[in-house]
């Protein structure tokens, strides 16, 4: 199979095609993909070009030699980011990371969280109002689930409403909240 037909396939499946056929397109492709990212990310970490390039180097080589054994349960990026991390860290044990890079780390480390805790709370305040937009019965059973953790038969015993009542309830709460979820979901995709 020629490389360009790799283009199209989702990094899973690259992922497949590697550890089930040792394909070595198929790796290059996902090489093509993540090595920029990698390495801006390692440089904006280290803020040094060459160690940057063996830390990713290093990622790729042992993605190579594990490929056999691959069974990453989560998405690619995120995975190979903090093999990134990883390898850093294990750079910064042997003494190999001058001295400012600490202060350089704890400043991006610190603002990454504040990022991930602001997208959080905005995510958190938009569930709040969509769950607050709810027919008020529908709310109140999709409170008493999620946020006291009631059993369907407990919710039902307390509402003096069937069980069946209670699944419709939240059945039809899940379904008004999942149509704007998923569209901010594949907008934060697209970004």
Request: proline share 1%.
């Amino acid at each position: 199979m020629l490389q360009y037909s790799f283009i199209h396939f989702t990094d899973e499946r690259l992922l497949e095609l590697i550890r089930d056929n040792d394909d070595r397109e198929a790796f290059d492709e996902l090489y093509n993909r993540h090595w920029k990212f990698l390495f801006t990310a390692s440089f904006n970490m280290l803020r040094d070009r060459d160690e940057s390039l063996d830390i990713c180097q290093a990622v790729f080589l042992w993605l190579w030699e594990h490929r056999n054994d691959l069974n990453i349960k989560t998405n690619l990026r995120g995975y190979l980011y903090s093999s990134v991390k990883y390898k850093i860290a294990n750079f910064i044990r042997r003494g190999k990371i001058r001295e400012s890079f600490f202060d350089e780390l704890k400043q991006v480390d610190t603002e990454a969280f504040q990022e991930n805790e602001l997208e959080l709370k905005e995510l958190q305040i938009l569930i709040a109002q969509l769950v607050n937009d709810l027919p008020q019965k529908c709310k109140e059973v999709f409170q008493l689930s999620r946020n006291e953790n009631l059993t369907h038969k407990q919710i039902a015993d307390k509402l003096g409403i069937s069980e069946k009542t209670v699944d419709d309830h939240i059945l039809r709460a899940i379904k008004k909240l999942k149509t704007p979820l998923n569209r901010l979901a594949s907008i934060f995709l697209t970004l």
